[in-house]
């Protein structure tokens, strides 16, 4: 079989991919089936996989490897690290040096009118983002979780798997939903705050906390779980 080349056929796009765990293999899944990114290697801060292969992809470094990246050529870059903070602390370097953030979203992830997502974010098959809603920059809304009209997803936060989120809500930078969790309309989760799997949030979220169950209910603050 021939294909023919066409003009109007978007061009392949190189891309950089930091992280090589299983978030990461979520990631390249997710760029294969975009059809518009070929992915030249990996980046991890791992030590022990410098040097190794991955999923048939070179680890060839940390962000000790950003400038070298950089002049080769490759200038787009997905951050795929699970932990909030640490994605956050990649992507903010990366940008700085002078990384393009690329947004990674599934074929079969359904956008609605007017919805805004930001720079370097990842929407995994079966995700829902209805009409107006906006994603911050570099979040994950994991599979199969739905975000309703109006949303609005802080920077560097996680919607895990099958999260339910109403219309409204308001996500702050840095926060994560655990899997399955259901938050009702018009509500608040803070800044860095933690929602336990299969919680239900009737009520507004303070920042750096953790809560959990149903009704969701205050365990602890996120300085706490962290062992700050």
């Known amino acids: ?9 978007p061009e392949v796009e190189q891309v950089l991919v930091f992280g090589a765990g299983g978030h990461a293999k979520i990631v390249l899944d997710v760029l294969s089936l975009m059809g518009r990114y070929t992915v030249v290697g990996l ?3 791992s030590t022990a996989l410098h040097g ?3 999923w048939g992809y070179q680890v060839w470094g940390g962000r000790e490897q950003f400038k070298l990246q950089l002049a080769r050529g490759t ?5 795929a690290l699970g932990d909030n903070h640490q994605r956050q ?7 700085k040096a002078g990384f393009e953030p690329v947004s990674a979203i ?25 009409v107006d809603a906006e994603i911050g920059a570099n979040v994950i809304v994991n599979t199969g979780a739905t975000v309703d009209h109006d949303c609005r997803i802080g920077a560097h936060a ?4 099958g999260v339910h989120l109403a219309g409204n809500v308001t996500v702050g930078e840095l926060a994560h939903i655990g899997i399955g969790a259901v938050v009702l309309p018009n509500l608040k989760i803070g800044r860095s705050s933690v929602i336990g799997a299969g919680s ?3 009520e507004d979220v303070p920042e750096g906390v953790v809560m959990a169950g149903n009704p969701a209910r205050l365990i602890r603050s996120d300085k706490e779980a962290r062992g700050y």
């Open 1 to 9: 079989m021939t294909i023919s080349c066409r003009k109007d056929r």
């Open 43 to 45: 980046l991890d801060e």
């Open 52 to 54: 190794t292969m991955r």
């Open 75 to 79: 200038v787009r870059l997905v951050v």
């Open 89 to 95: 602390s990649v992507f903010e370097d990366a940008v």
């Open 106 to 130: 599934h074929p079969l992830a359904q956008l609605g009118g007017g919805v805004v997502i930001g720079p370097g974010s990842l929407l995994v098959a079966g995700t829902v983002v209805n």
């Open 158 to 161: 996680h919607i895990s798997p």
């Open 200 to 202: 239900v949030v009737l």
